[in-house]
């Protein structure tokens, strides 16, 4: 089992859509959470950390499930400029040792 | 500007031929990193470094070598290249022991080796 899992996509929704993704993680020790997005051929970049209360920030929010171990990242009212790949990253030890997703792709259409 | 600096942006090398990748960052970061990200494996960290004079393993460290006399310096070495080692390379920095704010990357270098 892969230390850090994302459904590949392609997710396609239209302008305006609400569009949610999931990542599941394999050690209950992990501390810290984080989403990344990745534009094409562009190094990614932070988008937002995920706290044990759940986090939101505009149009995007976060969840942690600890029991469950997975984490989400839910967009509301989707815009063009939200077509990316977007990266699970998990930090086992609450150090340095990222571990990342293989990512989401996300396109939305006109 | 905070930045993560790496170059060059792309190269295209033949096998055997040496080449190094250069990283800076300008944040006073402890902690570097190197990855290389290949179709449908994401991000897998190639070698990092706690501190100046400090660096280990890790993930896929075969075929590099990685060197940090400075703090803000990081570069990666590739002593002979090979085909399988053509992918996408990214140098990243945090602050050491803050892995919980993520880590800022560089703008890639994307190597071919033919």
């Known amino acids: 089992r892969k230390e850090v899992e994302q459904d590949p996509g392609p997710f396609n929704v239209p302008e305006g859509a609400t569009v949610a993704f999931n990542c599941t993680y394999s050690?209950?020790?992990?501390?810290?959470f984080f989403w990344y997005r990745q534009d094409c051929r562009k190094e990614p970049k932070l988008l937002m950390s995920?706290?044990?209360s759940g986090n939101e920030d505009g149009r995007f929010t976060a969840q942690l499930n600890r029991a469950s171990q997975y984490i989400s990242l839910l967009i509301r009212d989707s815009k063009l400029s939200d077509s990316a790949t977007y990266l699970c990253?998990?930090?086992?030890?609450?150090?340095?040792?990222?571990?990342f997703g293989a990512g989401t792709r996300l396109t939305v259409k006109p | 500007e905070a930045q993560v600096t790496q170059n060059p942006r792309y190269l295209i090398t033949v096998t055997g031929k040496k080449l190094t990748v250069t990283c800076s960052q300008n944040m006073n970061h402890e902690y570097m990193s190197w990855y290389r990200q290949d179709p449908g494996l994401g991000l897998r960290q190639i070698y990092y470094?706690?501190?100046?004079?400090?660096?280990d393993k890790g993930d896929v460290p075969e075929g590099y070598k990685v060197s940090r006399k400075e703090k803000r310096n990081f570069p990666l070495i590739l002593e002979s290249p090979s085909p399988n080692q053509t992918s996408l390379y990214f140098c990243?920095?945090?602050?050491?022991?803050?892995?919980?704010?993520?880590?800022?990357f560089g703008s890639g270098t994307r190597l071919t080796v033919v």
């Open positions: 470094s706690m501190n100046v004079e400090v660096t």
């Open positions: 990253v998990v930090n086992p030890y609450n150090n340095n040792d990222m571990r």
């Open positions: 995920v706290y044990s």
């Open positions: 050690n209950s020790a992990s501390q810290s």
């Open positions: 990243a920095s945090s602050l050491y022991g803050q892995g919980a704010y993520g880590y800022t």
